[in-house]
């Protein structure tokens, strides 16, 4: 076998970004629970291996699977702007057994007040750390923005589970499971404009095919963060969805009637289960990298025709 070649484009994805199926193995490959079991020995070799091919060095005996390997793994955990490690919980690996224990917990936990306000606010606790951890180099996140959206959807997912809860004390239990997704759907509403609304002022960054930056579109940042905010509402609906009208049908049968105590890990279960396939294929709903008009720039760029414009990282 010869020396691997210099001319991979490790910066991009591995699979065609421009095909649903190509971003969900992309996603599939980024929020794999197992690279949180990865020692910092294996993850510093894994960067060093990055680093020296982009370098133009190539590790001896390294095969272009191993590259691919190796590449995904330091995406997995060093930011891609700053090169810093990212702190475990706010890893895309650790959004499948995050949300799972959170979103659990919310759908066994809806009935009572007190751990309503609490699952809520460790879910949007969690949402703020992911948040932070995933920002854009381009348009960095301050204290005051991260506080401003923490509270305000910390606030908003409260209220909206409270009220809910309220109104929902004389229909049937299965409305009442609902609650949680309906206050999950509303804080995401909140929470990634506030998150981003240094986008929403000054645009994202603009480039032409050859990658070189022409300017900053607002128009782009409105539609990314649009479809930021649907996907994310997405991938809550099969998990919070899902196992409430499951677990409402087995809880009248008398396998769970003479064991209550297999109801919260079975739930939970359930939950893990759609997060494994609605986290990677909800995130690849949308291309992080879209095609937006002249008009759309700012300052405007008439002469240089069409040109992409990629959001910030995130989901």
Known sequence: MGELPLDINIQEPRWDQRT???RARHFFTVTDPRNLLLSGAQLEASRNIVQNYRAGIVTPGLTEDQLWRAKYVYDSAFHPDTGEKVVLIGRMSA??????TITGCMLIFYRQTPT???????????NAVVNYSNRSGDAPITVRQLGMAYVSATTGAVATALGLKSLTKHLPPLVGRFVPFAAVAAANCINIPLMRQREL???IPVTNEQGQRLGHSVAAAKKGIFQVVISRICMAIPAMAIPPVIMDTLEKKDFLKRR???????QM?????????????CCALFPQRSQACQSQANPPLRPL??????????T
């Open 20 to 22: 649903f199926l190509g």
């Open 95 to 100: 959004q499948v057994p995050m949300n799972m």
């Open 116 to 126: 309503v306000v609490f699952w809520q606010w460790l879910n949007q606790s969690f």
């Open 201 to 203: 002022q000054v645009g």
């Open 260 to 266: 209550p105590w297999l109801g919260a890990p079975l």
């Open 269 to 281: 279960g359930l939950v893990g289960f759609c997060l494994v396939f609605a986290t990677p294929l």
């Open 305 to 314: 025709g069409h040109k992409r414009a990629r959001p910030s990282r995130g």
